[in-house]
Antibody, heavy 119, light 110 residues
Framework: EVQLVESGGGLVQPGGSLRLSCAAS????????MSWVRQAPGKGLEWVAN????????NYVDSVKGRFTISRDNAKNSLYLQMNSLRVEDTAVYYC????????????WGQGTLVTVSS | QSVLTQPPSASGTPGQRVTISCSGS????????VNWYQQLPGTAPKLLIY???QRPSGVPDRFSGSKSGTSASLAISGLQSEDEADYYC???????????FGGGTKLTVL
């Protein structure tokens, strides 16, 4: 059974940093692109970033470029999101998702971790 | 404002058929496949339709998807109370070099 478990969320002040982790199990982690998707309170889904199977290619939504860094450790079956210079508008539930083999379909999702940016 | 446009709400009575539209542009829906997600209250999203019209195993055939040009739609037939959820369309955007989601449609079963 595929499992994706996020951790690392919490309360942080504007301008602060946070590192999210996603522990994957139940599948060959190194064979899949992986993504982070966020959802602000009461709002819709927003794709944040993705990373290729071997970590050699990464893409980001414009609003986080230069502030967030996606990475992975295939030996540890883990995905990460380093978030720096956090803003109030980054407040959201952050989901880790596995990208399937069918045109960026996200065929499995974690339960999400809440990041709150507030003074 | 989302790159893909969905109606904010839709509704129907049990047994009815409802459709949810998703409008995009040449750089996203026009060139790439569309996926649909269902998000039940308080839960993570779940893949409902991939590659425009394919259902993952376990998704009832009451759910169907289609795409034409720069638009796509999700149809739900034989509406059930458990279908009450938020529905999102998504596609890769070649111009933005990123994935884009619709703003979501809240489906109410009356």
């Amino acid at each position: 059974e595929v499992q994706l478990v996020e951790s690392g969320g919490g309360l942080v002040q504007p301008g602060g940093s946070l590192r999210l982790s996603c522990a994957a199990s139940g599948f060959t982690f190194s064979s899949y692109w992986m993504s982070w998707v966020r959802q602000a309170p009461g709002k819709g889904l927003e794709w944040v970033a993705n990373i290729k199977e071997d970590g050699s290619e990464k893409n980001y939504v414009d609003s986080v470029k230069g502030r967030f860094t996606i990475s992975r450790d295939n030996a540890k079956n883990s995905l990460y999101l380093q978030m720096n210079s956090l803003r109030v508008e980054d407040t959201a539930v952050y989901y880790c998702a596995r990208d399937g083999f069918n045109g960026w379909d996200k065929d499995d999702w974690g339960q999400g971790t809440l990041v709150t940016v507030s003074s | 404002q989302s790159v893909l446009t969905q109606p904010p709400s839709a509704s129907g009575t049990p047994g009815q058929r409802v459709t949810i539209s998703c409008s995009g542009s040449r750089s996203n829906i026009g060139r790439n496949t569309v996926n649909w997600y269902q998000q039940l209250p308080g839960t993570a999203p779940k893949l409902l339709i991939y590659r425009n019209n394919q259902r993952p195993s376990g998704v009832p055939d009451r759910f169907s998807g289609s795409k034409s040009g720069t638009s796509a739609s999700l149809a739900i037939s034989g509406l059930q109370s458990e279908d009450e959820a938020d529905y999102y369309c998504a596609a890769w955007d070649d111009s933005l070099n990123g994935e884009v989601f619709g703003g979501g449609t809240k489906l109410t079963v009356l």
